[in-house]
């Protein structure tokens, strides 16, 4: 018989060949951590730096680029300068008819006030008058040079009122009134106008800086405005009449009382003359001036105190 060859079953081949499975797991390793240390961390401390309630008090502000050099090259600038000096033609015609109505008219006064400025606030801001204009400058709400041309043109519409005026009075003859002149600093009453004057001054200043406040609305303005100047004219009508005696002593308005006659017209020798032009000058024009500068930083600080925006 033929030797058969065993039969080799495929499992144990399979067997022999395939190696066993192994079960294999996957260990997560654990993440390690960072060391801890004894180092604390820094945290930021915002320092809020809150900002006095005077920063920017004597910044500048009217426009950086105006000078000396560029505005006369702005035609507007022109427009303003004849916005100021048509606006103090009309104030000075209004302060003469004043001193020969009384005041009694310081109602109609206010009015007109009114007027005027909504007229002729859109050419220039509406000063009108130097006691204004130099608290402006002081306060660098314009440019120095603004202020002095706008000055210049204040004087010359208040010598075309006078002129105005004046023409008027001497077509009316002998039967016109008198115009009205500022009364002669005599001795020991020197002190006595240039405080009036001062004071008003510092009035109708401190009603003009509150009033560009409300410079969006311009009856707002004008009627702040004209409300401080009766005010003042009120103030010193009582202090001067019933207290001191006094009349024709106050004008408010240095460009005005330049036409006024405020200056003597003789005395016993040179010296004299002078000292009277400027005890005349100081008591109508100076003081006054000071006391416009007192006004505006006087109403600065307030709003600055009262955190106003």
Known sequence: MANKKPKSSKAQNKSKTTKPKTATKTVEKPVSEAPKTNTVEKKEVVTSTKKSCFAGFFSKKYEEKESILTIFKNHKFYGALLGELIGTMFITLLLFALSLMGIASVATYSFAIIAIYIAIYAFSGACLNPIVTVGMMAT??????????????????????????????????????????????????????????????????????????????????????????????????????????????????????????????????????????????????????????????????????????
């Not at 008027?168 to 002669?184: R, V």
């Not at 330049?258 to 100076?286: N, R, T, V």
């Open 140 to 309: 660098r709400r314009i440019s120095v040079i603004r202020g002095v041309m706008y000055i210049i043109a204040e004087i010359v519409g208040a010598w075309l009122g006078w002129l105005i005026f004046n023409s008027f009075h001497l077509a009316g003859g002998d039967g016109a009134y008198d115009i009205t002149k500022m009364a002669e600093i005599g001795e020991g009453k020197f002190w006595i106008i240039a405080l009036v004057e001062l004071f008003g001054a510092f009035v109708i200043a401190f009603f003009y800086a509150r009033a560009v406040k409300y410079k969006r609305s311009v009856f707002t303005f004008a009627a702040t405005v004209a409300g401080g100047m009766a005010l003042a004219v009120v103030i010193g009508y009582v202090i001067s009449a019933a207290f001191l005696g006094l009349s024709n002593n106050f004008i408010f308005n240095p460009a005005t009382a330049l036409m006024l006659q405020i200056f003597p017209a003789s005395g016993d020798d040179f010296g004299q003359i002078i000292g009277g032009i400027c005890q005349a000058l100081s008591a109508y024009a100076i003081l006054p001036m000071i006391g416009g500068i007192i006004g505006f930083y006087l109403s600065d600080f307030t709003a600055k105190l009262s955190a106003e925006e």
